[in-house]
């Protein structure tokens, strides 16, 4: 495809070059990922190019580069290298992706799941409705990578659950191409501020819930709120929304004849009642129109109630069998890293979840209080670079639940993991309750599993289904339920 048809009724301005130069290989941030053929894209303050790495993405093949702000300097004087100048980089990113890839998004249905917490969860719920209830192939971005199918689609390693548009168009491409009628993705806070989901043909957006979390990006509550909701500016043409959200229930305003709502409090187009939860699941009535329907999920909580009504709803919106997908509900699997449940041989229940900011830890520790026969035993710590704020309150609430707490090294990233753990050590502390602090995360682990006696359960936080630990520029293979089961092996 030529550039000009990439561009065509995009505002732009010719810097350099012709713009009716053949693209082969697709637009590329990345500057060591340009193959011949490719559009550079010299995006501002991009960590792996930017303007600065102008010369070697043209020494490697690129054959235009787009750019924003002045002409990029030291540029070859290269006649057959077009350089194209627009206003906004990450919206032109996401056009010209999405019109490479043939618009992937419009050959399917496309779900993008925004919220602090239960992305992953809903995805994985509404991909095994339709898998269960109609044998259905669908595909999967998010924070565990991308599937279609089950299969994995194999991509860069990379810590974004919202991928850079351009992999984001790639996959949506993959998939169509793979025979997926639908896709399901995450649509993070950053993903949705600096336009990766754009092109990408959203049917249904879907709202969770907004609690504090990546203040060290927005900075404050509000701004974190205005980014969430842009997916429901313009971005996607219905939404689900939790209507138990006080920003859920905003949403309807915004788009005013085009908002379905689920809730367990609040009145909802969807809504379960009578929840009862037990180590196994938790079983409920599912309400919809005139119609009750008696409902279960193996995974227990309100939270998880939750996620399987707006998985539901979105299907069911999208024209699924309503019963059917009431009906897959109790035959999910369990999802990795989302209260994941393990035994282990001397009788002790380990759950290992993502929960990692204060109000997904709450809940997550509120349910496991409520059925855990014994003590509860929680491994956790905080990521770094990364909102300190939360740091005291999560020390809080798992001393308040828990019975003994190992704390423990997270992602420390480029921050000390000890002095990460400094500050959480008060939190814990005000609660009373004892507490051990072990900064190897594996250590952190079995000390917890030779703590704990039949009948206890063992939570381990923070990582979920995370398969490495990002300490400084490395990503260090790291998996805590392979950790669990290798040591209840030993």
């Not at 249905?109 to 991909?127: F, H, M």
């Not at 949506?172 to 793979?178: E, G, N, Q, V, Y």
């Amino acid at each position: 495809m030529k550039l000009s048809e990439l561009l065509h009724g995009h505002d732009h301005q010719v810097l350099h070059g012709d713009q009716d130069i053949p693209i082969t290989s697709g637009p590329c941030l990345d500057a060591d990922r340009v193959t011949p053929g490719s559009l550079y894209v010299a995006l501002p303050g991009h960590p792996e190019g930017g303007p600065e790495a102008v010369g070697e993405a043209v020494a490697r093949g690129a054959v235009a580069v787009l750019v924003e702000g002045p002409d990029p300097s030291g540029r070859p004087a290269d006649p057959g290298v077009c350089v194209v100048r627009v206003p906004d980089a990450r919206v032109t990113t996401a056009l010209v992706s999405s019109r490479y890839h043939g618009e992937p998004g419009r050959a399917m249905d496309v779900v993008a799941v925004t919220g602090t917490n239960g992305k992953t969860s809903v995805s994985s719920i509404y991909e095994s409705l339709l898998r269960i209830s109609e044998g259905a192939r669908v595909g999967v971005i998010g924070t565990s990578g991308a599937r279609t199918g089950g299969d994995p689609i194999l991509m860069p390693r990379s810590v974004l659950s919202t991928p850079e548009a351009p992999d984001l168009q790639y996959l949506l491409a993959c998939m169509r191409d793979r025979g997926s009628a639908s896709v399901v993705l995450e649509a993070t806070s950053m993903g949705l501020l600096n336009h990766r989901v754009e092109g990408s043909f959203v049917d249904v957006g879907v709202f969770t819930n907004l609690t504090q979390d990546h203040l060290d990006d927005h900075g404050t509550m509000e701004r974190y709120q205005e980014a969430k909701m842009l997916l429901f500016q313009g971005m996607c043409r219905r939404a689900v929304v939790n209507a138990d959200d006080p920003v859920g229930a905003t949403i309807p305003a915004m788009m005013p004849g085009a908002v379905t709502t689920y809730a367990i409090e609040a009145d909802a187009d969807y809504r379960a009642t009578d929840l009862v939860v037990d180590a196994s699941g938790t079983r409920f009535v599912l309400h919809h129109g005139e119609r009750k329907y008696p409902a279960a999920i193996p995974i227990p909580g309100r939270f998880s109630v939750s996620n399987a009504l707006a998985a539901v709803a979105a299907c069911h919106l999208l024209g699924h069998d309503l019963e059917g997908l009431v009906d897959a509900l109790d035959r999910m699997p369990q999802i990795p890293g989302r209260f994941e449940h393990f035994a282990t041989p001397d009788g002790v229940s380990v759950i290992v979840d993502y929960a990692h900011s204060p109000d997904s830890l709450d809940k997550v520790l509120y349910t496991i209080r409520g059925f855990a026969p014994h003590r509860v035993l929680t491994v956790f710590g905080c990521g770094g670079d990364r909102d300190t704020t939360k740091r005291v309150r999560m020390g809080e609430i798992a001393g308040t639940y828990s019975d003994l707490c190992v704390l423990t090294s997270d992602n420390p990233r480029y921050e000390d993991p000890e002095a990460i753990m400094d500050q959480v050590v008060p939190g814990i502390e005000a609660t009373g309750t004892p507490f051990e602090r072990v900064g190897d995360r594996h250590g952190a682990i079995a000390l917890a599993l030779s703590s704990a006696r039949p009948g206890d359960v063992v939570l381990v936080a923070g990582k979920g289904s995370e398969s490495y630990q990002s300490v400084g520029d490395d990503l260090l293979p790291f998996d805590d339920m392979t950790a669990v089961r290798e040591i209840s092996r030993a």
